[in-house]
């Protein structure tokens, strides 16, 4: 027993293994370190680095260092970083384990095909033809470096086609000006090869500036239904009721032969219903246009956007791309139109009186939202503004609003109703002066007086260069006492343009060769080129536009090729004539720099004013000063006549312009100011 455990007590005090392997170690590393160094024998070898490499561990105990082995000059072998042959596939290159199994003749066909498959579906514009010699030219003459008024080119050598006739809104410094038209010339340069005009919806920024046209030039016009009701409703207006014999009502998916195009009208949602993209077949290949777009999946009508059309010829292989950059700088998706209509059953419950809703008036879908909420709730419905008066009745004859006429009341008819009773919707929602909803916040509408009990509800954004506008009307109405919901409730309004993802869906499913965005100011257009890039439509074959750029595409470039005249027709909607381009600028420096006008009789004999001249100043100095400024310009005028030649007295406009030109000197030196002058000479 006790030679049994003595034998146990000595077997638990032997050296573990892993304290032998260990010892092992630093001995030969301590004969190493004796052994002299093969390149300075003269001097010790240092001792080696524990965290140079790598320490195997043995198989027998699980953390146990192992030496290296060495070689007869003293230097280890199969250092861990040392990486082995691969002939037996046991170390991929980066010296990582590898058990996969080798690639068979099968798997590497299958790879093969799929590249090939991948290349051609993300590049289906590879189909195109590259030997086809034809070229098109594309060239915006409104709706480029702007907001509104879009109007565009597209020809061949053969044939043309406008593609929309839009106007825009005057900024502030345009007096007088109502709408801005585009210029027309190149059209009338051309107007041998134009064969019709493509209409893609009805908003005014599309279809605005048609009447003015075809004061000038006529070509047959297809668009839907709705968009040439109201092209009709303008003709009517300007007495042109005879050209709607140039209208061709289309049928979206049918394609059209309008000269050497062939085009078909793609469903798109947008704040308009019956809107249009276009796919356009020309002789150098197709051409997808989206005109203004966002996709909503739940749309009012429950007609999404066609992109069905988009993928089918996006497969076939598209030349180029033409797309809405209104949005461009948005992220993320355009919400729907669906969700406005849950803001208005909260907005409708608040209400306690009359509620005013405004909005565009081409908005019909949130138009027949409010209705819907309106009938609902027990309200008649009053339509105020002529505009929206007209745009309703065209879409309820075209079977877009549904709603019985029981429902609806003329506006000498509200008074027979309690105000809880009340929805009347109206225009000026851009804060237009003559607008309904101007004229009520000021208390000049003839039927609507505004009342505290009152909800107005601004279901839109200020267009660019409304803002002003918009901010005047809203200072009005909270003056009036009423209760005013603008942007202070979520989804009040959404836009009816496609955001950066939207945009990305269109160039995933089109994946053109070219693109070319529109629509917009050049840091929209530049925003949606970089947008595309990033879908993988090369930066090469990308062009930034600038009304009047003409660009020439053809199966192997695209390119700029020169500038064709723009501009802008100034429109006065009172009389519906056109301004002139002197006479708006007269106005603008009147309004500016103020004007001055002198009426002197002059004695041709004795060169001395008769009398004291008549001097009326207007814009340019305070009415304190009036009388010293008289006197100023008085002594001008003697002194100047002291030294006129006699001769210059046989003509009254030689002195004329040299009263002129001495006041403007005088005036520019003292108020640094350049006005109009106005002088008025009577000599005897």
Known sequence: MEERSTSQEETKVETPKSETSQSSVEESKGDAAKRPRRDRPDRPRRSRNPHRNKQLKTDNAPGALLPAPENNEGTTQNRPNKKPNNKNGNRNKRGKSANTTPLTRDIKEALKQNKIVNEARMNPWKQIDIANKHKIRFTPLGGLGEIGGNMAVLEDDESAIIIDVGMSFPDVTMHGVDILVPDFSYLHAIKSKIKGIVITHAHEDHIGAMPYL?????????????????????FNEHKLREDVKYFNYIVKREIYDIGTFKIEWIHMTHSIVDSCGLAIQTKAGTLLHTADFKIDHTPIDNLTTDLQRFAYYGSQGVLCLFSDSTNSHKPGFTKSEAVVGKTFDTLFDLAKGRIIMSTFSSNTHRIYQAMERGVETGRKICVIGRSMERNIEIARQLGFVNI?????????????????????????????????????????????????????IISAHAIPGNESSVSSLMNKLVKAGVTVRYKDFDNIHVSGHAAQEEQKLI???VQPKFFLPIHGEY???????????????????????????QVEISTKYIKKVKTVKTGKSYIDNQNNK???????GDRQKMAEEGIVNIALQINKTEHKLTGKPIINSFGLIPNKESKRFNSEIENIIETLLLHVKQSDFDSNKSIQEDVRTAVRKHIVRTKKRYPIISVSIFTH
């Open 578 to 584: 056109e301004i002139q381009a002197d006479v708006l």
């Open 404 to 456: 019985d006429n029981k429902n609806f009341i003329e506006p000498h008819e509200i008074g027979q109703f309690a105000d809880h009773e009340m929805l009347i919707v109206t225009t000026g929602s851009q804060g237009e002066e003559m607008a309904a909803l101007s004229r009520m916040a000021t208390d000049e509408h003839r039927h609507i007086k505004l009342k505290p009990t009152d909800t107005v």
């Open 523 to 549: 840091n929209h257009v530049a925003k949606h080129a970089q947008t595309a890039i990033s879908c993988g439509v090369n930066e090469r074959n990308i062009l930034l536009m600038s009304d009047g750029d």
């Open 214 to 234: 075809f004061k000038e030039l006529k070509f047959p016009v297809y668009g839907t239904p709705l968009a040439l009701a109201m092209i009709e409703n303008k």
């Open 507 to 509: 160039l995933r499913l």
